[in-house]
T-cell receptor
Framework: DTEVTQTPKHLVMGMTNKKSLKCEQH?????MYWYKQKAKKPPELMFV???????INESVPSRFSPECPNSSLLNLHLHALQPEDSALYLC???????????????FGPGTRLLVL | AQKITQTQPGMFVQEKEAVTLDCTYD???????LFWYKQPSSGEMIFLIY??????QNATEGRYSLNFQKARKSANLVISASQLGDSAMYFC????????????????FGTGTRLTIIP
């Protein structure tokens, strides 16, 4: 089973709202990722968690706050977002086999976020 | 400089024909991995095929094969006998050796090719 689930599927929020995106995997993967994808563009890496520790933050604004409560769960907390943050947010996971270039990232279906 | 270049923004192909999606890459690493993903309009990125830089054989997965030409730094995806369900965005991606405390996690994507299969 290579399933990564994400909730919610769609989210509409105002600029003063606080919301959270949730990602879950039960494949025993130890690396989890958040990507942001604007329309007609490739995904852009935001954060990487390895063994529940933040290992990469691609200079993401602080209004995005990631959290990895355990090895199966990844959250993205959203606060005071801007309309330009509207995008598809994709979560992915991978085994985290150090030195393996064939390690595949498996993606969830994404959350379509609209900031008004 | 672009690390992954996909020069075909869009392609139209007749059903049942074979199609080749182009991908060239740029890296100074000797060790790297190349991936192809499919993204239907629903949004999910679906892993299709992987090629390692040291793999001597071209990768194949069912109707998908990867035409790997290392000297030319190209990793084209070939889809045989195309089907209507193949209509989607296709991304080429590369994993390089980015050394962090935990390993190599960064995946760089190309700009994608939108493939439309015509009945």
């Amino acid at each position: 089973d290579t399933e990564v689930t994400q909730t919610p599927k769609h989210l509409v929020m105002g600029m003063t709202n606080k919301k959270s995106l949730k990602c879950e995997q039960h494949m025993g993967h130890r690396a989890m990722y958040w990507y942001k994808q604007k329309a007609k563009k490739p995904p852009e890496l935001m954060f990487v968690y390895s063994y529940e520790k933040l290992s990469i933050n691609e200079s993401v604004p602080s209004r995005f706050s990631p959290e990895c409560p355990n090895s199966s769960l990844l959250n993205l907390h959203l606060h005071a977002l801007q309309p330009e943050d509207s995008a598809l947010y994709l979560c992915a996971s991978s085994q985290q086999d150090r030195g393996s270039f064939g390690e595949t990232q498996y993606f969830g279906p994404g959350t379509r976020l609209l900031v008004l | 400089a672009q690390k992954i270049t996909q020069t075909q923004p869009g392609m139209f192909v007749q059903e049942k024909e074979a199609v080749t999606l182009d991908c060239t890459y740029d890296t100074s690493d000797q060790s790297y991995g190349l991936f192809w993903y499919k993204q239907p309009s629903s949004g999910e990125m679906i892993f299709l095929i992987y090629q390692g830089s040291y793999d001597e054989q071209n990768a194949t997965e069912g109707r998908y094969s990867l035409n790997f030409q290392k000297a030319r730094k190209s990793a084209n995806l070939v889809i045989s006998a195309s089907q209507l369900g193949d209509s989607a965005m296709y991304f080429c991606a590369m994993r390089e050796a980015v050394y962090t405390n935990f390993g190599n996690e960064k995946l760089t994507f190309g700009t994608g090719t939108r493939l439309t299969i015509i009945p």
